[in-house]
């Protein structure tokens, strides 16, 4: 036991030591915390749009004046004609313009039908959908105030909640996402490329004829990395707590306890990755090529999988991340019980128990 | 007398308050394979790398081959080879390759890169081996591969730090022939070495002890001095004196 | 020149006799750029919705029809409770629920006010936004058609109207991946130059042989351009490879000049194998070389604008996108493939990244030390 923990304080010594690695273990998961909670948003604002009047009358001012009160847009100037679209598209800063014709509210007035031409850059087609449609709403805003006397009063009322996020920030969404997919980091690749450093060192071998076990040398490998793996968890929490004011709903021990699960589950996949690997490059390359892109594309935390392919979204069964992202945000966000994630939890389990029986296999072979 | 190759006065290097060489002074000269011998951590790598360029020296006088060391560390490259003890060979290179392209960064013409190939090649008798990734050769010939690249500008001087570490004592004693040529073709040799068996066949060796030289002289004188028969006692007797331990 | 001659054939060999390289090198962006785009699409589709309908009538029933038939939702159940219907939420069978009250005919029928309860999942906020706009308009309309029942149509006054005519310029099917496939391809190229420009320099730093190559008289710019050279080749090749995948498997044929598209990327691979050369010179081991690419990859890549919009980012976020190099040519990249913009529109960004290389390089040179 005392020789086992010398090889821990060893282990950890390794780890720590290392400043620009600790920069990746816990910058990583402070920085995406910061910008997925203050400055990614989904949200389409501020966008810049020019402005064609032909008609520069009292009904185009109006909707001008409405649509620069939006905070949807900001009207960067007024073209003198519709040519010069195309310049201001392509010169990148614009995204949309309005064109009015001439005589747009005699028009209205007198033969009560005026039309208005919207142009957007669809080089970027969710911006273009979506801003279109909000100068559709603002037009037709206008309209029903012309016609207010017109108005019947609407007649099915709708009332929204939002459940979990009433503020609609992009937050919930992906501190579940950081935190898996950063115990992922810590555990599969810094295990591997630690484990196969001493393989390329020729330090394996001595510590593998010492009467130490095995299965000792692994542990005493796995466990500063399980301790790295729970503080950063609890880090993040820290953060998104306190800094994002997103509350924990759910137990905390039962999350402590699904998350050390899935680091097991990391840290089986790193042995796993380890017994594959010959160097440390090549420890590194099957670590992030072989897991952290399939984690941050499959997961589900920034593409949704229900757009995917039929094919990928198979495939996304295999990774782990996906299923702890579920437990994560059925624990934390909704507050929900053991009774509502036995069955991804037990998937974890079967994950975890396959990883091993593969990396012992694999060991072994590599014993013979 | 010929001015010497190496002149150092009072050369110190400090690393914050660790001072790893310790104003050592000392002279090679021309053609003399100069021996460097200390415990891990005693300073002769430090030392070797301020000679070398490598390391810029906290204070005190380096000359290398008539050029100051501190001042022009670029132009003493010209006149040095060197050789680590990790050696400087790429292993995804063939030997030629790799000859070719040490040569050919020392500014040596088309026309002597061909025939230093050839010339080497063929005393190493690695003929054909020539087209072979240095990756696949035994240690033993890497490093006496890796010496001959070492000095295929002809240098004035050629720095080897522990040159002969794993290999074993036959061909240990190949390798040192191979110093006895290139001494003898007016190529000065400064080598440091673990093995204290090797000290007795340089021409003069330099005990240093916690960064400072303890002793200085031709290896019978030493024996002599210190009334024991071989270099491996003296050492002993001087390293006994170290106040830090390795590295 | 005679030593950059050297150098170069030293560096080229050691890369073609480097299977797994070349492998990454070739098999990176195919895969990245066949998968990714099929990942990567944000449109919002496929929103399952639950009801509860306590009504039970022909009214209920028409307006459940409705807005399944617009397409955007898909059913996920009708649950006789909330309280069943909000454990579809909690399972995640379902991301929104309407409950349709009891009486919900007969008041409408008598002109009363009618509410309608929609819960939405909203953890993922956008989505809900989306989803819930959907509804909303679903709902206005049946409004609409009720009214239309019992309004007639004589009794309509002639309404003024504003026609909105709108038009999707470059882009007019709004096809997802003329927007991400030029994208992907940038963060390919990023990755591509950075880090194999910092993971070669710090594999000679392991292997030792950057000592021996101090102690020759090699200059220190010789030796760094030796580096950049035959890595800004491959950078090349690498973009090459993307823009003949983008045209086979997309059909994306860059409006613009495709000349302007390789003296862009050609500057810009310089300021990104900068970035790597000057993590090479901060780290000592492979190892460290990675993490602090990865720390930085991981913010130029979530700052870019590929993934979110850089409009809506605040004005501190945006001073960052504008000092990364990897947002410029997003931009120029569009510009350029999408809606063919010429010199002149792209000489901004060209100053940038121009900027950007210059002081990555001066910085890495500088930092590069044949002596300690």
Redesign the interface.
Known sequence: MKEFLAFITKEFAHVFR?R??L??LF??PI??II??G???????????IVIVDNAKDIATQQIITKIASTDYFKIKGNLASADEI?KA????DI?LAIVFPVNFYTD??HT??????????????????TL?EY??GI??D??SQ??ET?Q???????????????????A??FVPGVIAMVMLLVCVMMTS?SIVREKELGTMEVLLVSPFKPILVILAKAVPYLVVSLLNLTVILLLSVYLLDLPIKGNLLLLYSVSTLYIITSLALGLLVSTGAKT???A??LSL?GMMLPTM??SGY???I????WI?RFISNAVPAKWYY?IV??VM??G?SFS?IWRETLILFGMTLVFLFLSMRNFKIRLE | MEEPVIRTKELTKRFGDFVAVDRITFDVHKGEIFGFLGANGAGKTTAMRMLCGLSIPTSGEAMVAGIDVYHHPEQVKRSIGYMSQKFSLYEDLTVLENIRFYAGIYGLTDKQIKNKSEELIEKLGLQKQAKVLVASLPLGWRQKLAFSVAIVHQPKVVFLDEPTGGVDPSMRKQFWDMIYDASADGITIFVTTHYLDEAEYCDRICIMVDGRIKALDTPFLLKKNYGVDNITEVFYRLARTAQRSGD | MRTLKFLLQKEFKQIFRDS?LLR?MFM?PIIQLI??P?????????INIAFVDLDHSAYSQRFVNKVLSSGYFQLAGIEPSYQGAYKL????KADIVVEIPKDFESK?NT???????????????????VG?GY??NI?QD??RN??LDW?QPSAM????????????????T???Y??MVPGILVLLVTLVGGNMTA?NIV?EKEIGTIEQINVTPLKKYHFILGKLIPFWILGVIVFTIGLIIARILYGIIPLGSVALLYFFVSVYLIAIMGFGLLIST??D????A???T??FV??FN??SGL???I????G??KL?TDIIPVSYFI?VM??IV?????FH??IP?LIAVSIMGIVLNGWAILNYRKTT
Do not use: C
């Not at chain 3, 099929?38 to 496929?46: W, Y």
């Not at chain 3, 939420?89 to 995640?92: F, L, N, P, Q, S």
């Not at chain 3, 999408?338 to 010429?342: E, M, P, V």
């Open positions: 290392d620009k690695t920069l990746m910058g990583v920085v995406q910008l997925f203050f400055a990614l948003t989904n949200e389409i604002k501020d966008s810049n195309d598209f392509k010169s990148g995204k209205l007035l009560n039908k005026a039309q208005v031409q919207i142009i957007a850059d669809a080089s970027d087609p969710n911006t273009a959908t279109t100068v559709k037009i037709a206008y309209q012309l016609s017109m019947t009063p609407e007649q099915i009322i709708t009332n929204t909640r939002m459940l979990y996020n009433p503020d609609l920030k992009g919930p969404n490329i440390q490059q090549g590194m390359t090529v594309m499959l920034i593409y949704p229900e757009n995917m392919p990928l579920i945000k059925a966000l909704k929900l509502f | 797994n990454m990176t998968i990714l099929q990942a990567a699409n944000f449109t919002i589709r496929n939420i909690e399972k995640d409408l002109e009363e006010n009618q509410k309608l309860s929609v819960s939405v999942n909203a953890i993922n906020g956008v989505k809900a936004a819930s509804l909303t709902i049946f409004n009720i009214q309004i006054n002639p309404m003024p109207e504003v026609d909105v005519v709108s038009s999707n310029w470059y882009n007019p709004l096809s997802y003329l927007f993971q594999r901060y780290s081991t492979p190892l460290q990675h993490s602090l990865f720390f991981q913010i979530m700052m993934f979110t919009p409009d809506s980012m605040p501190w976020a960052i931009e569009r510009m999408i809606k063919g913009s010429r529109d792209i960004h």
